[in-house]
């Protein structure tokens, strides 16, 4: 047997090719598995966005919140909805961006049960900054990508389920 060197496990490895019972490969190296190569460029480019964000001190999913937001004012619970999270961690997220007054929150005049959050100039200055940013990452991790070739792997990533929700009636739920 070979020594084995250093490296991560997302190293590059040629795929076993000893054929199982059904004549399939018996196993397949990481490398050709698109949860792991999606974990892996998932990882690292959150990574560089959050290091790109670090000097703003705002967090990515800050960013997303504001983003959301510049494109005018919504309610509170469609907000939470739109993100996909819990109204307690969207009430801490705009407590958060509320006391660097990038957001504003107040009460809808027509249901007082209901609040508004909307985006200060403070915010939009902002998210401005913050796109920037990113299009900077993205610039540097899709260099090798046409704009045709980026259009299509966000077709497809737009389209990969990454919820529960996603999960049919019936289907086995399975953990990694």
Same mark, same amino acid.
């Given at each position: 047997?070979?020594?084995? #060197?250093?490296?991560?496990?997302?190293t590059?490895?040629?795929?076993?090719?000893?054929?199982?019972?059904?004549?399939?490969?018996?196993?397949?190296g990481?490398?050709?598995?698109?949860?792991l190569? $999606?974990?892996?460029? !998932?990882?690292? *480019?959150?990574?560089r966005?959050?290091?790109?964000?670090? *000097?703003?001190?705002? @967090?990515?999913?800050?960013?997303?919140? +504001?983003?959301?937001?510049? !494109?005018?004012?919504?309610g509170?619970?469609?907000?939470? *909805?739109?993100?996909? &999270?819990?109204?307690?961690? $969207?009430?801490t997220? +705009?407590n958060?961006?509320? %006391?660097?007054?990038?957001?504003?929150?107040?009460?809808?005049?027509? %249901?007082?049960?209901?609040?508004? =959050?909307?985006?200060?100039?403070?915010? =939009?200055?902002?998210? @401005?900054?913050?796109?920037?940013?990113?299009?900077? &990452?993205?610039?540097?991790?899709?260099a090798? +990508?046409?704009?045709?070739?980026?259009?299509? +792997?966000?077709?497809?990533?737009?389209?990969?389920? @990454? #919820?529960?929700?996603?999960?049919?009636?019936?289907?086995?739920? #399975? %953990?990694?």
């Amino acid at each position: 047997m070979a020594p084995r #060197t250093g490296g991560s496990a997302f190293t590059a490895s040629a795929p076993v090719d000893t054929p199982g019972c059904d004549g399939a490969p018996a196993s397949v190296g990481p490398e050709l598995r698109l949860s792991l190569l $999606l974990a892996r460029h !998932g990882g690292s *480019t959150d990574a560089r966005i959050r290091e790109a964000l670090t *000097t703003s001190g705002v @967090t990515p999913r800050h960013a997303i919140v +504001l983003m959301h937001l510049d !494109g005018g004012r919504i309610g509170q619970r469609d907000l939470g *909805t739109r993100l996909g &999270v819990d109204p307690s961690v $969207l009430v801490t997220l +705009l407590n958060a961006l509320e %006391d660097r007054d990038l957001v504003r929150r107040r009460r809808d005049p027509a %249901d007082r049960r209901r609040h508004i =959050v909307e985006i200060t100039e403070a915010g =939009v200055a902002a998210a @401005t900054k913050l796109g920037a940013a990113i299009g900077r &990452v993205e610039d540097e991790l899709f260099a090798d +990508l046409t704009a045709q070739e980026r259009d299509t +792997l966000h077709a497809l990533l737009a389209r990969v389920r @990454t #919820t529960q929700g996603g999960v049919c009636e019936g289907e086995a739920d #399975t %953990d990694l």
